[in-house]
Nanobody, 124 residues
Framework: QVQLVESGGGSVQAGGSLRLSCAAS????????MSWFRQAPGKEREGVAT????????VYADSVKGRFTISRDNAKNTLYLQMNSLKPEDTAMYYC?????????????????WGQGTQVTVSS
């Protein structure tokens, strides 16, 4: 049974940083691509970043490119999202997710398994 548990959200002022974590269990974590998504109130869910199974390929939404970094530790079954230079428009619930895809080339826009989410609030 796939389980994804996010942590690390919180409140921060504009220009600040946060690092989100996602602990994965119940499947062969190192075999599949992983993604981060976010959803702000009243807005559609947005794919933020995707990383390959081995961690050597990453891709980002234009809105976060150059500010966010997705990474993974396959020995710890953990996914990360380092968020720097945060802006008020980054305020959203952030989710880690996987489609159990072995290959990935674009930022995922949908997924099969989701965590419960962690809230990020950026004040101006």
């Amino acid at each position: 049974q796939v389980q994804l548990v996010e942590s690390g959200g919180g409140s921060v002022q504009a220009g600040g940083s946060l690092r989100l974590s996602c602990a994965a269990s119940g499947y062969t974590y190192s075999a599949y691509c992983m993604s981060w998504f976010r959803q702000a109130p009243g807005k559609e869910r947005e794919g933020v970043a995707t990383i390959s199974a081995g961690g050597t390929f990453t891709v980002y939404a234009d809105s976060v490119k150059g500010r966010f970094t997705i990474s993974r530790d396959n020995a710890k079954n953990t996914l990360y999202l380092q968020m720097n230079s945060l802006k008020p428009e980054d305020t959203a619930m952030y989710y880690c997710a996987t489609r159990l895809a072995r290959f990935c080339a674009v930022v995922s826009q949908d997924s099969r398994y989701w965590g419960q989410g962690t809230q990020v609030t950026v004040s101006s």
